[in-house]
C-alpha cells in the first residue's frame, strides 16, 4: 500500500510504543488521519489523491495491527487472570472448610468451662493430652486463619487486575471497530476515485504505481550486485515470500490466504522459524540495521519518514512486497519510495 512513485530515497530515522496506553496513543493517530474532501477530485489531481489516501490507509492499517496485537496480549492476560482466580478461589474454599472443621471439633471437645471439665474428667492425665491437643489445633487454626487472609487478600487483587484488564479489551476492541471503518472508508473513497479514471488515466496509474519495475535502477550505487542471501533463514523467508506471489492484499492479515505489507513479513519469516513483531514501525528494529550499498536478498526495506511501509528485498534491484488493495503480492523495484532503512534479520 501507500504512494508507489518513483522517488528518491530518504535518510534513515527511528521511533517506538508499548502497552495498554498504546492503544489510546494508536486511537488518537488515528484520529488524527488527514481527513479527505467529501468532493470528487479535478481529474488532474485524481491520481495523487488516490496515492493520499492509500498513504492514509496504510498508516491507519499499521495502527490497527498494533492495537490488534495489543488486544491479542490483553485477551492473553485476561485468560490467565481468570485461571489465577479459580485456583486462588479454590484455595480460599478450601481453607474455609478446614477452618470450619477444625472450629467444630474444638466447640465439640472444648465447650466447657476448662475447670469444670478437669472437675468431671475420670482421667485428668486423659484430659491434659486433650488440652495439649487442643492448644496446638488452636495454633493450627490461627496460621491457616492467617493464610485464608492472605489468599482473600491475594483472590481481591486477582479479580481487580482481571477487571482493569478486561476493561482495557474493551476499549481496545471499541477501537479496533473505529480504526477497521476509517480504513474502509479511505479505501472506498479511492476505489470510487479510481473507478472515475479513464481507460486510459487508469492505465498510466497502474505504470506509475507498478514504479517502472522493469525499467534499469539508477542512483542507487551497488543495488543490483548483490550476492545471495546474508543467512539461511533470510533465504527461508524470502522463499516464503516469493511463494505469496499473486496472492491479495488484505489489510489487517498475515496469512496464509491473504496479507498487508507488514504482515507478509511477519508471516514469511515466521515459515523460516524467527518471530517477527506485527508492524512495519517495529520490524525495522527487529535486527541489524545495514546501508543500502550492503543490502542483500531477504533483507526488510522500510519506507518514509514514518516506516509506514515494508518490503522484503529479493536481489536484481526488485522487492516482493503487499502494495495495497486490489494489487496482489508481486515484485516492484527497491527504489519505489523513500527508503527509511534496511534491517537484516
Given amino acids: 500500500m501507500g504512494s508507489h512513485r518513483r522517488l528518491a530515497p530518504s535518510g534513515f530515522d527511528r521511533g517506538a510504543g508499548a502497552a495498554i496506553c498504546v492503544l489510546s496513543a494508536a486511537a488518537a493517530a488515528l484520529g488524527a488521519l488527514p481527513a479527505t474532501s467529501a468532493t470528487a477530485a479535478p481529474p488532474g489531481d485524481t491520481r495523487s489523491e488516490v496515492d493520499r489516501l492509500y498513504e492514509d490507509a496504510e498508516k491507519a492499517t499499521e495502527a490497527y495491527d498494533k492495537a490488534d496485537e495489543r488486544a491479542g496480549r490483553l485477551r492473553r492476560q485476561v ?46 492425665a486423659d484430659y491434659l493430652d486433650k488440652a495439649a491437643a487442643l492448644d496446638r489445633i488452636g495454633a493450627h487454626q490461627a496460621g491457616e486463619l492467617r493464610d485464608l487472609r492472605r489468599a482473600m487478600r491475594e483472590l481481591a487483587q486477582e479479580r481487580a487486575e482481571a477487571t482493569e484488564a478486561l476493561a482495557g479489551l474493551d476499549r481496545s476492541r471499541t477501537a479496533l471497530v473505529r480504526h477497521k471503518r476509517t480504513v ?43 550476492g545471495p542471501a546474508a543467512s539461511g533463514r533470510a533465504a527461508a523467508a524470502l522463499a516464503a515470500a516469493r511463494a505469496a506471489l499473486g496472492r491479495p492484499y488484505v489489510w489487517g492479515a498475515n496469512g496464509p490466504s491473504g496479507f498487508d505489507c507488514s504482515g507478509l513479513m511477519q508471516w514469511s519469516y515466521a515459515r523460516a522459524g524467527v518471530q517477527l513483531p506485527r508492524t512495519s514501525q517495529e520490524q525495522r528494529y527487529a535486527g541489524r540495521q545495514v546501508p543500502l550499498s550492503r543490502i542483500r536478498p531477504g533483507d526488510l526495506v522500510v519506507y518514509r519518514s514514518d ?10 534491484g526488485r522487492v516482493i512486497h503487499a502494495p495495497y488493495p486490489g494489487a496482489p503480492v508481486r515484485y516492484d523495484r527497491v527504489d519505489m519510495m523513500p527508503i527509511s532503512s534496511v534491517t537484516r534479520v
Fill in 184 to 226: 474502509e472508508e479511505k479505501l472506498a473513497r479511492a476505489r470510487r476515485l479510481l473507478d472515475s479514471l479513464s481507460p486510459s488515466e487508469r492505465e498510466a496509474y497502474d505504470r506509475a504505481s507498478r514504479s517502472g519495475r522493469d525499467g534499469a535502477l539508477s542512483g542507487l550505487p551497488g543495488i543490483g550486485d548483490d
Fill in 307 to 316: 516506516a509506514g511501509h515494508v518490503a522484503m528485498y529479493a536481489g536484481h
Fill in 79 to 124: 485468560r490467565d487472570a481468570q485461571d489465577r482466580i479459580a485456583r486462588q478461589q479454590l484455595r480460599v474454599n478450601t481453607l474455609r472448610e478446614s477452618l470450619g472443621s477444625v472450629a467444630g471439633a474444638q466447640y465439640r471437645s472444648g465447650g466447657l468451662d476448662p475447670s469444670l471439665a478437669l472437675l468431671f474428667s475420670r482421667d485428668p
